[in-house]
């Protein structure tokens, strides 16, 4: 019996049904992704597949989170953030790719997915949405809680440890009382083992709290000695702390962006705590609208944060007359704050001229 044509169709389209099948992105992520314990309802650490969390001794710093049809992925280790949002997702970005692939999820299972959404859609493929505006405040976090081992650097100022962090201070041109510095003492009343292994590996060095409007983001223990052990030790969410951010006011013309604190203190301008500008770095100061001047330490071979500042369009500034000093703390030791801030200031290109000069420095550097 000859099959009528609205049969075949009606039997093609059950077939192309069956082939998609109804799996979720959340089931497709759960068939690719052992979680040692899954909430539906929250976010769900991993080891990030990106980076590897580094060597792995804080635990898994990657993390899932699952809404009907959207996920979400992050990672506090590398930075990279993605979300799979099937109605706005359908050009989906390189982040979230890179996330999928790490993660060995097949591109034709998520694919899958996208494919019901263009064919049930009633006016077609979608435009490409307008990217999703982050604010700071997002970017940030939580923040972290501030524990018990630290005291206030003018309580201790007596002490040994006090004496010698004072020194350190006077020797980077910042009096001690100007900002809340702390001391550990090694102890506290804490039963999580990272809170009594943090106490004491702080011991024996400043404590940076680095803040945003009150809020923790990030301790930073910098040793007292010039050269030994470790320089800085950082509790908290490095890829996605900046110090700095809540003194930027409507009268700065720039935003100087800086590697370490010391140097950023003393320009009122922004530290990336690290040589390296994560995404979330790069959305927050993105998001204010001012330029960007990156301000690199000369001693740098190889400056990551320069080079993507330069990417993001960003400015550049490196004073002749600063060229005998390593960086903004040595100079300010040397010249004083203001003749510092002015050739800083004075020195500062945009542009073309910027990715001409920071092209130049980069290559005298090597």
């Known amino acids: 019996m000859t099959q009528k044509i609205s049969d075949i169709k009606k039997l093609l389209y059950e077939k192309e049904q069956e082939s998609l099948g109804t799996s979720t992105i959340e089931d497709v992520v759960k068939d690719c992704v052992a979680f040692d314990h899954y909430n539906p309802n929250d976010w769900n650490s991993v080891y990030c597949a990106v980076c590897g969390d580094g060597s792995r001794t804080q635990g898994p710093r990657g993390g899932w989170k699952f809404e009907g049809e959207n996920a979400r992925y992050n990672c506090f280790n590398c930075g990279i953030a993605g979300a799979f949002t099937p109605e706005n997702e359908i050009f989906m970005s390189n982040d979230m790719k890179t996330i999928f692939q790490s993660f060995g999820i097949p591109k034709k299972e998520y694919a899958k997915i996208l494919y019901r959404l263009r064919r049930d859609m009633k006016d077609g493929v979608p435009k490409k949405p ?181 990417d993001e369009g960003w400015g550049f500034s490196a004073p002749k007359e600063l060229q005998n000093c390593k960086d903004t703390t040595e100079a300010v030791r040397k010249y004083g704050k203001m003749f510092t801030v002015h050739a800083i200031m004075k020195s500062a290109k945009l542009g073309k001229e910027a990715e001409f000069l920071s092209a130049a420095w980069l290559n005298s550097n090597k």
Not at 199 to 222: A, C, D, E, F, N
Not at 295 to 308: C, F, H, Q, S
């Open 130 to 310: 307008a990217a999703k505006k982050e604010s700071i405040e997002d970017l940030i976090g939580d923040g972290i809680n501030m524990p018990d081992y630290l005291k206030d650097l003018s309580q201790v100022c007596n002490t040994n440890v006090g004496k010698a962090a004072i020194r350190l201070l006077e020797d980077k041109c910042i009096p001690y009382k100007d900002y809340p510095f702390f001391i550990s003492t090694g102890e506290t009343k804490s039963k999580d083992q990272q809170d009594k292994i943090n106490s004491k590996i702080l011991t024996g060095r400043l404590v940076i709290p680095i803040y945003y409007y009150g809020k923790l983001l990030l301790l930073q223990g910098r040793r007292l000695e010039e050269n030994g052990k470790k320089k800085y030790i950082n509790i908290g969410n490095v890829s996605s702390t900046l110090y700095g951010l809540d003194r930027l006011n409507k009268n700065h013309k720039y935003v100087f962006v800086q590697e370490g604190f010391f140097d950023a203190y003393h320009l009122n301008g922004v530290a990336c705590i690290t040589n390296k500008l994560t995404t979330p770095k790069v959305k927050m100061l993105n998001s204010i609208e001012k330029d960007k001047i990156i301000v690199p330490d000369r001693n740098e071979i190889i400056n990551t944060m320069l080079a993507k500042g330069i």
